[in-house]
């Protein structure tokens, strides 16, 4: 059963036109398609408020409703979109229309009624990938970007300079023709003019009476320090051309941080990987470790360090965006066993496995009177 078109609004029965209005518009920017994709309920409760304002903000239909609910509305030819007059929805059309590249008729399966060139220029949007160093220090990149811009010959009017455009003897400049069928109204676009309302007979050479021509745009683009992967920047203004006299669109550059050889990213901090000789881990050493600003910071590893014991450079990450504050560097230090040794090398090796008491020929058993040894005092505690 159809919820009560009121309540779908959530206004009173005794609610004004304008408070009908500004509902119809919370409800219509809330659930419109364009801010949930693929979202089916969020698509069908836009529906059902599109509906509900139709018929509430027609004084005629809102009085039978009022009279004799759904049932009224479907016995006097009302079903659905497909009988009431889609210039209801012109209100909202610059609204919601413009701000989503949306068409109310189109949406219901209708007719796109006159079609609006006054409209702001449309946003871009383009992907631009940058190193992990020029996150860290931030930077400015060169874009090339294609856009539509102004006519230079027509300035925009579509027309050959010297001559006027008219207007549509088949619409009388509506850009609609509308049918009158009982209690149905139907609004189909005038093929005439194509929606436009308006014949142009000379149409400018240059443009081919569309307004605009393509051209090529240099950018310089500040890439702000901290960056992270899909980050999106707006620049104002540097969108497509809009209609003459209206601003411009913009550009939404959307980043993409490549991976780094060396270190991994995560938030502000860094992470990496170095490799120790068996010697530098018993003895101990100082290692020189790279910084994404070209620089280097020493790294003193204590005698005796284990594989995976890790180290915390601070201060040596990346910026957080928008703030002073830096992320640290974590490092990881890991033995590397060399894979082959010469005969004097070996030498020494059993020379220090003997001073240590480590007897290489026999089957090494403290990995099992470890084991032994922990399950003992698990037993003993039970």
Do not use: W
Request: glycine letters at 12%; a positive charge.
């Amino acid at each position: 059963m159809k919820k009560d078109y009121y309540e779908v609004l959530g206004v009173s029965r005794q609610a004004s036109a304008e408070e009908i209005k500004k509902a119809y518009r919370q409800a219509a920017l809330k659930y419109h398609p364009d801010r949930n994709p693929g979202n089916k309920e969020a698509e069908e409760k836009f529906k059902e408020a599109a509906e509900a304002y139709s018929v509430l903000i027609d004084p005629e239909k809102r009085a039978i409703y009022d009279r004799y609910g759904h049932q009224g509305l479907q016995g006097r030819g009302y079903q659905g979109f497909g009988g009431f007059d889609s210039s209801i929805f012109q209100d909202f059309e610059d609204i919601l229309g413009n701000f989503f590249g949306f068409s109310f008729s189109e949406f219901f399966g209708g007719e796109p009624g006159r079609r609006s060139r006054t409209q702001r220029g449309r946003d871009l949007a383009l992907e631009l990938q940058v190193s992990l160093e020029e996150v860290a220090a931030g930077s400015e990149k060169e874009l090339k970007i294609t856009r539509h811009e102004l006519c230079p010959i027509c300035g925009g009017s579509r027309l050959k300079p010297g001559t006027k455009k008219s207007v549509c003897p088949a619409c009388q400049g509506r850009g609609q023709l509308r049918y009158q069928q009982g209690f149905f109204t139907i609004t189909r676009t005038c093929s005439h003019c194509d929606g436009l309302g308006e014949i142009i007979a000379t149409p400018c050479s240059e443009c081919q009476g569309t307004g605009q021509v393509k051209q090529k745009k240099q950018l310089k683009v500040k890439i702000p320090a901290g960056v992270d992967d899909g980050t999106r920047l707006r620049i104002s203004g540097e969108g497509e051309a809009g209609a003459p006299g209206l601003p411009r669109g913009d550009l939404y550059v959307i980043i993409r941080v490549k991976k780094h050889p060396f270190f991994e990213r995560r938030g502000r901090d860094l992470y990496c990987q170095v490799d120790l000789s068996f010697s530098q881990a018993a003895l101990g050493a100082r290692v020189a470790i790279p910084l994404l600003n070209g620089g280097q910071e020493v790294l003193k590893i204590p005698a005796g360090v284990q594989p995976g014991e890790v180290f915390k450079l601070r201060g040596a990450g990346l910026k957080e965006l928008g703030s002073h504050r830096s992320g640290d560097l974590y490092v990881r230090v890991m033995v590397k066993t060399p894979e082959k040794l010469d005969r004097e090398q070996k030498s020494l090796l059993i020379r220090l496995a003997e001073l240590r008491g480590e007897k290489l020929e026999e089957v090494d058993q403290s990995v099992l009177n470890k084991y032994q040894k922990l399950v003992g005092s698990e037993d003993s505690d039970q």
